[in-house]
């Protein structure tokens, strides 16, 4: 882990009272469903310039201090607006018994505790080079809540959201940790993208944001969703440790994955019908990790996809909802099948298996867990994930994190920290360079990452890193 000083550790309450933040707020399904899980972590690196201040420096002591003053100081009131809006993020898990019923649930109580965490950092042994340059990334897993680790149920002590500000020698990471138990991948770049306006505004008293979020949805047939009278900690297992993984980050670019779309399509001779991109991304992704595996062509291998549901249900969902609207679906097949047939047919399945996802699905889901409300375990004891033989794709090649500016120019590279990490995680992410590129970054055994950077077919798609020595703007 790399070498952190803590240099400050504040709380951010809303600037003002808010009527509504008196109510509880109310868990939904997906929300409990995720009390045993890691937050949301994902994080912006900025380079630092002279052009930053208007004192005529070089990149010194003094100038990197004018700078991160600033920000700090912008940032914190910022945040302050910014919690007005998303005032649940300010409050605490509050788990409410009733014996008389044998049940119990669990809300937000919006005024409970000292509000969202800021925290001020720094590692001046660390250079941007030194961040962008590392093949692994575990080099960031300190630059989110000073890499403690806390499962989304620890809200009912911990901050649902914290920021850490972390100072290079030549530049800053800022990292953004969200409770997932409170907010999705849509819902946290709405937070992030709503922060960076409020900022960017350099208007002390603005209070208005051009997308406000709405918490009023609840489509499921409970309203206040009771569990049977067990605690929740119950279900997690705080002991649980992935195992040694590498983590990195391939670069994909529009041409390599326009390539494998037209792969696709090709083999499958599909008209009507079109293979996206992310689908023949994701199943070469999938074929290569199991190739590299080397399993006995009788063993099964699943693909796991996090679905985002908020246009599949009728009507759709806004975007501007505040929550979890997800869902998740597998499918599974015998290696033998996976490498009998091509990258079309991979593709196909992966393309059916969304298809059949629809709205009405996802939404009796949403019930069955309103009417029997459960905390999946932590993978250690989880029969519902893959197993050690499969994929699990999450995160969106649509978050856009690098729309978010906070006065240093646009970042140079997005970066996740120690959370939701476990053998054949792979999470998508908007590509550095824009232009439809995608960056993912996937999780294995540290021989199987070997295996896999070694494979000339695998790697003959994948981009140089063009975060280094600097991204494209």
């Known amino acids: 882990m790399t070498p952190i000083k803590l240099v400050s550790e504040s709380f951010v309450k809303p600037k003002h009272e808010i009527e509504a933040a008196k109510q509880p707020y109310h868990l939904g399904p997906i929300d409990l469903v995720f009390l045993s899980m890691d937050p949301i972590q994902k994080g912006l690196l900025f380079l630092l310039s002279s052009s930053q201040t208007s004192h005529n420096h070089n990149i010194n002591d003094i100038t990197r201090t004018l700078i991160v003053s600033n920000l700090l100081e912008k ?4 945040l302050s607006i910014a919690l007005l809006h998303f005032y649940p993020l300010a409050g605490r898990f509050t788990t409410q018994k009733q014996p008389e019923q044998n049940t119990s649930f669990v809300f937000i109580d919006c005024n409970k505790g000292p509000g969202a965490r800021f925290i001020h950092a720094t590692a001046l042994d660390l250079t941007v080079s030194d961040v962008l340059s590392q093949v692994d990334v575990s080099v960031t897993h300190s630059f989110f809540d000073l890499g403690e680790k806390n499962p989304n149920y620890d809200g009912h002590t911990k901050a649902l959201l914290s920021i850490q500000v972390t100072e290079l020698l030549d530049g800053v990471f800022i990292g953004f940790s969200m409770n997932h138990s409170v907010a999705d991948g849509t819902s946290f770049i709405h937070f992030v993208n709503m922060l960076s306006e409020i900022y960017k505004s350099n208007d002390y008293e603005i209070t208005k944001i051009s997308r406000v979020p709405i918490f009023n949805y609840r489509p499921w047939n409970v309203q206040v969703i009771k569990f049977p009278f067990v605690d929740p900690e119950e279900f997690l297992c705080r002991g ?4 040694p993984l590498r983590e990195r980050i391939f670069h994909f670019s529009s041409s390599s994955i326009a390539i494998l779309k037209a792969k696709a399509n090709q083999e499958r ?7 996206s991109s992310f689908q023949a991304l994701t199943a070469f992704v999938w074929k290569s990790i199991t190739r590299v595996r080397d399993l006995p062509l009788d063993q099964k291998t699943t693909y796991l996809l996090a679905i985002g549901a908020r246009g599949r249900l009728d009507p759709p969902v806004s975007d501007d909802y505040f929550g ?4 998740y679906d597998k499918w599974s097949c015998n290696v033998g099948d996976l490498f009998g047939n091509g990258l079309g047919w991979a593709a196909m399945k992966v393309q059916e298996l969304i298809v059949a996802h629809t709205g009405k699905e996802i939404l009796d889901g949403f019930n069955v867990f309103a009417n029997t409300p459960m905390v999946i375990p932590p993978s250690a004891s989880d029969p519902n994930s893959v197993g050690v033989h499969g994929v699990i794709i999450g995160g969106s090649a649509r978050f856009n994190m690098y729309g978010a500016e906070f006065g240093l120019g646009r970042a140079l590279a997005a970066r996740m920290g ?22 993912l970054e996937i999780c294995l055994r540290p021989h199987i990452m070997a295996a896999l950077e ?20």
Do not use: Q, R, W
């Open 269 to 275: 001779g599909t008209s009507n019908v079109v293979i």
């Open 75 to 78: 940032l914190k009131h910022s």
């Open 324 to 327: 979890n609207i997800l869902s």
């Open 240 to 243: 649980y440790e992935p195992g």
């Open 418 to 439: 120690y959370a939701n990490k476990e053998d054949g995680k792979i999470t998508a992410n908007y590509g550095c360079e824009g232009g439809g590129s995608v960056e």
């Open 454 to 473: 070694s494979d000339e077919e695998f790697m003959s798609f994948v981009s140089i890193n063009p975060s280094v020595p600097l991204c494209s703007s």
